[in-house]
Each structure stands twice: as C-alpha cells, then as structure tokens.
C-alpha cells in the first residue's frame, strides 16, 4: 500500500471522529471569516453560507500569528556556506529570527546558550513520555502545518483557475517551503497532467491533488530506503555522529542513549569532540543523566584516541552500542574531513564492519544550507543517514522531502522537541500526516 492510500486512511479514520464544533451562526467580521476558510480545506462553495467552516477562531488566531512570525524569520543568508562557516548559522531557532549567519559574530555565546539548553533538557520519564508517537509527530510538524500547509491553504483559497500562473505561484510557495527547486519542478509538472486527468476543478479537489502527487513522488523517491539502525551481527554496533556544530549532535547522542539504554542494550559514550570548548562535559551530563559509561581525552586532545579508547573498551567489555560524538568544525574543513576519516579508520581496523552507521545530524531550521551542508559531508565521509533535528522549530518542514530526493539519504531519526524522549524514529507516513492532514477531506 502506498503511503498516500495510508494517508487517506488515516484522514478517514479521524474525520469520522472529530466531532466538529457546531458552525458559529454569527457570521463574525469578514475578517474571521476569511481566516476560518484559509485554515479549513472544506470546500467552501457558498462562503456566505457558513456550514463548512469547522474550525474555532482562536486556532485561525494562532494560525495568523504564527504564520506571521514565520514570514519574519530570516532566511539563510548564505546558501553555498561552507561546512566551516555554516557553524555561526547553526544556532537555535529563536536566535536565528531575525539574524544573518554572518551577523553572528560572538560564536562563545551560542556555545554557552546551547549547552545550558541541553543540561536544562527535561530528563528520562518526563510527561511527554507518555505521548505516542503519532502525536509527538502531531506536537512537533505544528508549525509546519501552520507555516506550510497554512500558506498552501490560502494559495488555494484565492486561486481561480489552473493556468500557468498557477503552476508558478505553486512552485514558488514549494521553494519557500524548503521542498527544493528540484521536487518542486517535478511536482508542478506532474501536477499538470494529473489535474488534466483527474479533471479537478474545485479547491478542494484541486488540494488533494497536490497533497497526493507530493506524498507519491516523495514515497517513489525513498523506495529501497533503510530507516532502522543497522545493528552489528554480533560484538558492539558503533554509530558515529557527524554534523556542524549546533546541529544537535550531543544532544541527539543523548537522547539515542536513553533510549537504548531503556531497551536492555548496554551502551557506551565517546567524547570524540575534544577541539570545542566544553563538549566533552556536555556529553559528560548526558552520560551521567542517562546512567551509562563514557571514555573522554584532554581539551585539545587527539579525538582519534579517544575513538580508539572508545572502541577497545567496547570491545573488551561486551558494549552493545558506541555512540561516537565528534567535532563540527577543526581549523579548516580539510582537517575535519581528514580527521574523521581517522575516526573510521582507527575503528574499522578494530571491528571491520564498524562503524556501522555514520549519521549526519541537520538543523531543519536551517533549511537550504543544512542540504549543503548535508552535500559536502556526503562527499568525504560514507553518511549512512541523517538525523534531522529540530523539527519542532520550523515552520518549513518540506526540508524533509529534500532530502530524501536530493541526497538519497533515508532520515533515520527526527528531534521533535528538546525532551529526551523527543527523538523519534523517523516514520514517513506519520511525517506526511502530521504537516498535511489538515489539507485533504476524504469525504466527496
Ligand atoms: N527544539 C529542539 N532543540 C534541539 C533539538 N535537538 C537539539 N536541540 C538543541 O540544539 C542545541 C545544540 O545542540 P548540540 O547537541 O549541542 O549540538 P552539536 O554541536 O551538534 O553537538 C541545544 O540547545 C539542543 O538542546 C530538537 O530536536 N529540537
Ligand atoms: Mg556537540
């Protein structure tokens, strides 16, 4: 079954249960009214008659507000950084508003900021533990939905026909969405036909169209795709993290631990960021957080003899897994190229088939320029995945669907929040329905 069929399914399930609040007969300020029916994918054929209109004010509220806030926020300055100058643009999403990466001068200062966050992150067991998984995946795509989805909303609210200029506002709004120049071409073009074909006229109609060619081009891209862990035959599994810094890489080690700790596997840390001031505590917190062991080195000191420690010590005391937390920038990118080159060499002479992955750690917020970030790591290391962090924190999550067409990397996990237990294996279907649920009816 494809994913869209899944899709539909799921949309069918929940409109059978939501039980939709009764129409407000007060026709309210045109105003109201016009936000009710860019939030609502109902078919609005009458817009005098207010029958369609399920949705209550104080989320077109939020909607309009956050939907404002996301037009504000900068977009990366510099798309063709380099992965040594990206660093600056690697910060939290807050401090990102408003900010160009080469405004940034004070790199300390992110530094310090982000390692407070990540000791102030909530420990194991925190409530969102009892969340499932679909609505973690329901919490953290909300500004997606509310950035992306809301603006396809309101694209297709105003439209009149489907003409050339239709197809090209389409394809702008998907650029801006971090969808990429590439999957937005293909999708406008296949869109072309399938609307011909489908002879889809109204919005609605029009809508599921696009949400269905998105979500079937996206599932045709990531076909042989592995999205699960591969996990050593037998001795310890090593995984290494690479990525800039800021991108979430310690913090993502300590989530992943936790949760294979909370698994029964026996884990062990190595603090293989040695070059960036404070990293090694940072991942030392986690370490003691989550109750598991860690191998360390001096500041400033060989990272690959850490690794080497790291391994041995894994080796001999029967670890299930070696989480490998690295540096995000050396002197030059050539150094950082060269060093975990190192990292993988030291370790395969140790178990051959290790590491067994290599994931990239991405900044969703970054949107474009984690992609090229993402392009120059794959050209010198074997990525294995990605894990894409920060989820929650933008409004543009069509940076998933980029990925997987433009680097033909399966995203593993994704952070949709800073809890522990906001690390989520990545599942394609809740993605697609968490950021589009809201723009397809399956009722006729
Ligand atoms: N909201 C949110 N914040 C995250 C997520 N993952 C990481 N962060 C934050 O990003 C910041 C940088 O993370 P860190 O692990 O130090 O990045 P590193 O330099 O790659 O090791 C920290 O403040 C983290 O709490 C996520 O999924 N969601
Ligand atoms: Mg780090």
Known sequence: MGLFD??????????QEEVKPTPTEDPATEESAEVDQAQDATPTENPQDGSAQSVDSS?????????????????????????VENEESSTTTESRVDETSSSQEDGESITESAEEEASSTEPVNSASA?????????????????????????????????DEDFFEDLE?????????????????????????????????????????????????????????INFAQSGPTVIMFVGVNGAGKTTTIGKMAARFKNEGKKVLLAAADTFRAGATEQLDVWAKRDGVDIVTGPENGDPA????????????????????????????????????AKMKRILTREIPDAPHEVLLVLDATTGQNALSQAKLFKESTDVTGIVLTKLDGTARGGIVLAIRNELHLP????????KVTDLQEFDASEFVYGLFKGLVTTTD
Do not use: P
């Open 172 to 228: 702008d709004l998907m650029i801006e969405s971090d969808v990429g120049y590439d999957m937005a071409m293909k999708l406008s073009d296949s869109l072309r036909e399938e609307v011909k074909l489908q002879n889809a006229k109204s919005k609605q109609d029009v809508s599921n169209v696009i949400i269905q060619k998105m979500v079937e081009l996206y599932d045709d891209a990531g076909q042989d795709e592995q999205t699960g």
């Open 411 to 418: 995203v593993k996990f994704v952070g949709l929040g800073e």
């Open 305 to 340: 003899a850490v690794v080497f420690d790291g391994v041995k010590k894994a080796k001999a005391e029967g670890y299930d897994v070696l989480f490998v937390d690295t540096a995000g920038r050396l002197q030059n990118k050539v150094n950082l190229m060269n060093e975990l």
């Open 59 to 83: 989320k077109a509220e939020r909607l309009k507000s956050e939907s404002a806030v996301e037009n504000h926020v900068d977009r990366s300055a510099n798309e063709g950084d380099t992965v």
């Open 130 to 162: 009892d969340k499932t998984s679909e609505e973690k995946y329901d919490v953290g795509l909300e500004k997606s939905r509310n950035g992306f989805g809301a603006r396809l909303n309101k694209f297709l609210a105003n439209f009149r026909h489907v």
């Open 6 to 15: 899944i899709f539909r399914r799921k949309r069918h399930q929940d409109e």
